[in-house]
C-alpha cells in the first residue's frame, strides 16, 4: 500500500497504466491505519465469526475496529491472520480487548478461546 500523500510520486513514473486503490474510513480525518491480527485458537470445535478489536493507551483513550463483512474460521492449533483498520492512530497500545460475534441471533453462544495473538501495525512495522 501507498501513504495517499506519497501515491503520486511512487506510481507516475511507470510507464504503463496504474490502477491505485485506497482504504478510507467514513469518518474524517477519513484515513485507515491498518494493523494484521494473527491469533492461534486453542477451542476443540471448530468457531466460525467474526472479531472486533479494541484498542486503549495508557490515557484510556480507545479506537475500536470495524467488524469485517466475511467470517473467519478458527480451528484448534491453528493461526489465522485477520487485517483490521482503525480510523485513528494509537502510537502506544496499553490494553488490547477481541470481541467474537457469530452475528446469530439464536442458538447457543460460543466463546473463542485463544491461546497467542499478536497485533501488529502495518503503517509503522517497528511497532
Known sequence: ?????????????????????????????????????????????????FIKVKIIDYAGNAVESQ???????????KRVKILTGFHQDIEKIAKISLTFSTKTLIGPKHKLRILQMRLKSLNNPKR
Open 1 to 49: 500500500g501507498y501513504h495517499a500523500d506519497r501515491w503520486k510520486k511512487l506510481l507516475l513514473p511507470y510507464s504503463s497504466p496504474t490502477e491505485a486503490y485506497f482504504d478510507t474510513s467514513d469518518q474524517d480525518p477519513f484515513c485507515v491505519y491498518n494493523y494484521l491480527l494473527d491469533i492461534t485458537t486453542w477451542n476443540k470445535s471448530i468457531r466460525r465469526g
Open 67 to 77: 467488524m469485517n463483512s466475511e467470517a473467519s474460521t478458527f480451528l484448534q492449533y
